[in-house]
Structures are given as C-alpha cells and as structure tokens.
C-alpha cells in the first residue's frame, strides 16, 4: 500500500515600505485531505506598469491560472484521473505527470492571453501592463512547478535550500552564462531587466520543472521583493525552517521589509508530508 500525503501552504504579501500599491498576488489553495491524497495549487505572481496596471496584471494571472485548474482539486471531477497516484504504474505515473505539466503550462498560456487582450482592449489603463509569475501544482509527493520572469521557486529539503527556477531576467542570463556572479546581481545597474513575462507578448515561453518531495520538505514561492531584500540564502532557509507555517510567511515578510522593503512582497510557503 503506498503513502498517504498531505499538505498544508500558507500565503501572504505586503506592499513593502515604500509602495501604496500592492502589485503582487498570492494563491495557496489546498484540497481537504478528507477529499484524497494531497493536492494544492500555489502561485505568487508580480505586477509591472504603471497606475495600477501591474495589481491588474498580477490578479488577471491568478484568477485565469486557479479558473483553469480548480476543476483538478474537485475529487468528484472525472478530469481527475489525470492526475498521478502517490505510487505510480510503471511509465503511467510519468505520461500522468506530463499530463498535469501541460495543464500547467495551458493555464499560464491562457494567463498570458487574459493579460494581453486586456492590454489590448484598454491601451490607456493598461500603459505597459504585465507580471512576472511562479507556480507550482502539489500531487502526492509530486510537485509540477512552473515560472515565467524572476519570482522564484526554492524547494527545501534535507540537504538544504535550492532554486529551482530560473530567473527570466538580463542579469540571470549573465550569471548561467558565467558572466556575472550571483551576488553582483543585486548592485547591477539593468538588474531590473526581465526578458520573459505575462503579457507581453501574444505568445510566451513557460520553464517547467518536476519535483519530487520527501516527507517534511517545503516549496517556497516569492516575488523579486523577498529575494532581492533577503540576499542570503541561508537566512531564507533559516525562515522556513519555522515549526509554524504562517510564521514563515509572517517573519519573511518581516525581514524583505526590514531590509528596505523597497518593493511589493509575495509569499507562499508549503509543506508536504507523509501518513
């Protein structure tokens, strides 16, 4: 008999210390576990353009990714059995979990369109609206995780914190080509510079990963306002390492304000584990 899984996610944000407009959306939706092995949908996505363009952005984002995929946390949906058990057949988990990956990425696509028809439909309000955005779907011990822009996906495990997201941007092209080091991104004068986002375009190109989770490993999914201010990973990890979800959440948005707050801040934290 295989593992029985659960999760438990919590999300927040803030405008930060010097915004009055928050521009960054969170999602953390999670299926009862009454209803069956855990699922959850996780998204934080990051608003840009002016006049409230970027909030417009960041929820059209959220709003079209959890319309797109709510109908997979419905146990009594028939479009269910995509979805791959805990411990799968051989090679049907994997054609499974490639099912549930394009669902990912035909949700972030119809995003990307919801964003650009808006645009398109309303030129003054609009100005040059879009969002960077992370996601990841939780199965099991399966997670599916998606971005388009900078905001980041870390998975923790026992072994430490990863990114497990590339970030979209000038200054993560210079560092993957070994141009740059890590910790010269934050003074570069185009750190700024995101080359992918929702909204921009009619098409848009959709980094996916899979992850597989053990018991007590955690996702953590945050806007450019959490990593930029919080430059060293090992006080990130530190955060997440907290008993308690919500005071995760609660102390990482604490510290991106603590060290200047410059920009909107969107959290999600998750944690699986096994029964």
Same mark, same amino acid.
């Given at each position: 008999m295989g593992m029985n899984y659960s999760i438990e996610a919590v999300a927040g944000t803030h405008p930060g210390m010097l915004r009055t407009i928050n521009q960054d959306s969170v999602l953390a939706l999670v299926r009862p576990n009454d209803m069956g092995d855990a699922f959850g949908l996780l998204i934080v996505a990051d608003g840009m353009g002016g006049h409230q363009a970027g909030d417009v952005a960041s929820q059209l984002a959220v709003e079209t990714i959890r319309e797109n995929l709510?109908?997979?946390?419905?146990? +009594?949906?028939? +479009?269910?059995?995509?979805?791959? *058990?805990?411990v799968?057949? *051989? %090679?049907?988990?994997?054609?499974?979990?490639?099912?549930?990956?394009?669902? /990912?990425?035909?949700?972030?696509?119809?995003?990307?369109?919801?964003?650009?028809?808006?645009?398109? =439909?309303?030129p003054t309000?609009?100005?040059?609206?879009?969002c960077t955005v992370t996601c990841a779907i939780?199965?099991?011990?399966?997670?599916?995780v998606a971005n388009v822009g900078d905001s980041r996906t870390y998975y923790l495990g026992k072994d430490g914190l990863i990114q497990i997201t590339d970030d979209h941007s000038y200054v993560g092209q210079l560092v993957r080509d070994g141009h740059l080091q890590v910790e010269?991104?934050?003074?570069?004068?185009?750190?700024?510079?995101i080359t992918r986002a929702?909204? =921009?375009?009619?098409?848009?190109?959709?980094?996916?990963?899979?992850?597989?989770?053990?018991? +007590?490993?955690?996702?953590?999914?945050? &806007?450019?306002?959490?990593?930029?201010?919080?430059q060293d990973p090992q006080e990130i990890?530190?955060? /997440?390492? &907290? %008993?308690?979800?919500?005071?995760?959440v609660s102390q990482m948005i604490k510290a991106a304000n603590r060290y200047g707050g410059t920009?909107?801040? +969107?959290?999600?934290?998750?944690?699986?584990?096994?029964?």
């Open positions: 709510a109908w997979l946390l419905d146990d +009594g949906n028939e +479009g269910a059995t995509i979805i791959a *058990p805990s799968p057949a *051989p %090679d049907k988990g994997e054609r499974e979990i490639s099912q549930l990956e394009a669902r /990912l990425k035909l949700a972030i696509e119809a995003a990307n369109n919801a964003i650009y028809k808006y645009a398109e =439909s309303n309000e609009a100005g040059n609206l879009g939780v199965h099991g011990n399966t997670a599916v010269e991104i934050y003074d570069h004068p185009q750190r700024n510079v929702l909204g =921009s375009q009619l098409d848009v190109n959709v980094d996916t990963r899979i992850c597989s989770l053990d018991h +007590g490993d955690r996702l953590f999914l945050c &806007s450019d306002g959490v990593w930029e201010m919080i990890e530190d955060i /997440l390492r &907290s %008993d308690d979800l919500e005071v995760a920009d909107n801040i +969107g959290v999600v934290v998750a944690e699986v584990c096994s029964s």
